[in-house]
């Protein structure tokens, strides 16, 4: 069992950063692939950045390149999500997820769908304002 709670969210305006984290608790957390969603009032949930175990592999939807960064501190158990340039459309409640534990063999792989992840934390508001 995993145990994720996101932290960081807040109130920025438009053109503004942010930085949420991802603690883990519970089993280790260097052998789960960890996704960063977002969910907008009345939208589905979908994927934002996608990691590996390894930190070596990432997977950015595209209205996020180039603006944010997804970044993991295996011995902190820590998974981070870095916003910059932050629109009006990125507002939204921010979950981490965790799919795993993965094998060894599987280390590079990591995953864009919200059915693939096994674990979710309790979700972060991210509110962008114009």
């Known amino acids: 069992q995993v145990q994720l709670v996101e932290s960081g969210g807040g109130l920025v305006q438009a053109g503004g950063s942010l930085r949420l984290s991802c603690a883990a608790s519970g089993r280790t957390s260097s052998s789960y692939a960890m996704g960063w969603f977002r969910q907008a009032p009345g939208k589905e949930r979908v994927i934002v950045a996608a990691?590996?175990?390894?930190?070596?592999?990432?997977y950015y939807a595209d209205s996020v390149k180039g603006r944010f960064t997804v970044s993991r501190d295996n011995a902190k158990n820590t998974v981070y999500l870095q916003m910059s340039s932050l629109k009006p459309e990125d507002t939204a409640v921010y979950f981490c997820?965790?799919?795993?534990?993965?094998?060894?063999?599987?280390?590079?792989?990591?995953?864009?769908?919200?059915?693939?992840?096994?674990?979710w934390g309790q979700g972060t508001q991210v509110t962008v304002s114009s």
């Open positions: 997820a965790a799919h795993g534990p993965l094998q060894m063999w599987r280390s590079y792989y990591y995953f864009t769908g919200t059915y693939e992840y096994d674990y």
């Open positions: 990691m590996n175990p390894t930190g070596g592999g990432a």
